[in-house]
């Protein structure tokens, strides 16, 4: 029987939706790899550090185990569910797609915060749609 898996993240507007990009990226992956999952929505700083003592989201319950880290999700997911694989599987092109991985979640995070929140039309978007 395959582990039963929670992800933990801030909530959005939208059921299953969620405020954080490094989130929505887990929910990605999930859905690329046609996996179920239940979703906890955290409310509140105390209820995070309850899951992670480092006090950041998305937090994935595999089972028993709880993963951190977006990036570790994304490997974690593919050692338990490697059916359909998120990364490749040489070492030199899984290098290359983790690089780009990271250089997305540090440098393009700060633009879609930026175009979310502090341009006219990201407020409007955000406003009138919701979060993705």
Known sequence: MPAALTLYQYPGLRPNATLSPPCGKVHMALAFKGLP????????????????????VPVLAIGHELVVDSTDI?????????????????????????????????????????????????????RTHGFP
């Open 37 to 56: 999952y239940e979703v906890v929505d955290l409310r509140s700083p105390f209820a995070v550090r309850r899951r992670n003592p480092r006090g950041r």
């Open 74 to 126: 994304l490997t974690a997911l593919d050692t338990h569910f490697p059916d359909t694989p998120l990364l490749p599987e040489g070492a030199r092109e899984r290098a290359r797609a983790l690089l780009w991985e990271d250089w997305a979640d540090e440098v393009l995070y700060f633009y879609v915060a930026y175009l979310r929140w502090h341009t006219e039309a990201g407020y409007r978007r955000v």
